[in-house]
């Protein structure tokens, strides 16, 4: 960018502006001036500008913190981003932390869609596993979170289609299987495969949820069995945790779209 169009006066509120946002510990207006070579003028009257706008605040003993006007900025910023961009980051960490294939399914009518997926530090080569991965529901950890947490005819509706491939006698045992399972899935917190999917391998997801209450997908990880089986508890913690992040991030916005 040609610096020579900016205003110096934005450029030093900016400054401003990030060095309390930046600071280990909350600053005095004289840290802010010394920190950015500010006559101490100036900075005074970036600060009065600064806490008209409520970008930031003084607390008792003068320290500046950040005002509740930087909600508005961040909560913009948010809506404009796909749900997906929004929550990829949980993704990361997730597959990070547990050193796992870490994913993020979303809820789009009647399927359940994989729209993130990072691959874990450890060796696991799933086949199949891609994004925009879709279908089979009932038997996918994501689909199962979503379906635990769906209302009538919602839910209906997602079997329904996902089960449309199957013959009559094996959907009805299916069903007879869910109605225990489901409810289960739903007072746990997380769902599974249990190898479903690809044999030696399991799926653990936990549910997403909006500002409203409504299941809008899930986030989990695939790794091999005898894995899980080490640290059962562990994983299950990291997914829900990673899923309860998630839900506070779809409650705080209203992302445009996915």
Request: proline share 4%; charged share 25%; aromatic share 6%.
């Amino acid at each position: 960018m040609d610096n020579s169009y900016t205003l110096q006066t934005v450029e030093r509120a900016i400054s401003f502006l990030e060095y309390v946002a930046t600071a280990a510990v909350p600053p005095s207006i004289r840290d802010v001036s010394k920190a950015l070579d500010l006559n101490i003028t100036t900075s005074y009257h970036l600060l009065r500008t600064l806490v008209a706008h409520d970008y930031i605040k003084r607390d008792d003993e003068g320290r500046l913190e950040l005002g509740d006007g930087i909600e508005v900025l961040t909560r913009n910023f948010r809506r404009h981003k796909s749900r997906e961009q929004l929550l990829s980051p949980i993704v990361q960490r997730l597959a990070a932390s547990t050193m796992e294939t870490a994913f993020l399914s979303l809820r789009e009518g009647q399927s359940v869609i994989l729209k993130v997926l990072v691959e874990g530090s450890q060796r696991l080569r799933v086949g199949g596993l891609y994004v925009g991965l879709t279908g089979h529901e009932y038997r996918r950890a994501a689909g199962k979170a979503v379906l635990a947490h769906l209302q009538e005819p919602a839910r209906a509706a997602m079997l329904e289609q996902s089960l449309s491939t199957i013959p009559v006698r094996q959907q009805k045992t299916i069903l007879k299987s869910l109605e225990k399972e489901l409810p289960l899935t739903a007072s746990r917190g997380w769902s599974a495969d249990n190898g479903q999917i690809e044999d030696g391998i399991i799926s653990i997801g936990a549910p997403l949820f909006d500002a409203s209450g409504e299941v809008q997908g899930a986030v989990g990880i695939v790794t091999p069995i005898f894995r899980m089986d080490k640290s059962p508890d562990a994983f299950r913690e990291a997914v829900m945790a990673a899923a309860a992040e998630a839900s506070r991030l779809l409650s705080n916005t209203e992302p445009s779209g996915s």
